[in-house]
């Protein structure tokens, strides 16, 4: 059974910091692209990072210098530091393989009040 925990999210005033984590299981993790999503209220879900299993990453150009991506393979768990953060940052974030493979976790709210 395919499982994707998020957690770490919470509320945070303008130019915090947070770590999100993400425990997945029943997944080939080792082997797979995964990344971070996040959704606004009233926005589609939009990519924010990426890691490839080599420990190639990629960021939106929102979140470019602020975040950064990284996996530990022998936890299975997708971290995301985030950085300098912004009332623009508010959403609920997810993990995923990327492109998206399994059903959605419940993700994580973060909240930057400014």
């Known amino acids: 059974q395919v499982r994707l925990v998020e957690s770490g999210g919470g509320l945070v005033q303008a130019g915090g910091s947070l770590r999100l984590s993400c425990a997945a299981s029943g997944i080939f993790f080792t082997a797979r692209t995964m990344a971070w999503y996040r959704q606004a209220p009233g926005k589609q879900r939009e990519s924010v990072a990426d890691i490839s299993s080599r420990g190639i990453t990629n960021y939106a150009d929102s979140v470019k210098g602020r975040f950064t991506i990284a996996r530990d393979n022998a936890k299975n768990t997708l971290y995301l530091q985030m950085n300098s953060l912004k009332p623009e940052d508010t959403a609920v974030y997810y993990c995923?393989?990327?492109?998206?493979?399994?059903?959605w976790g419940q993700g994580t709210q973060v909240t930057v009040s400014s």
């Open positions: 995923n393989t990327k492109p998206t493979l399994y059903s």
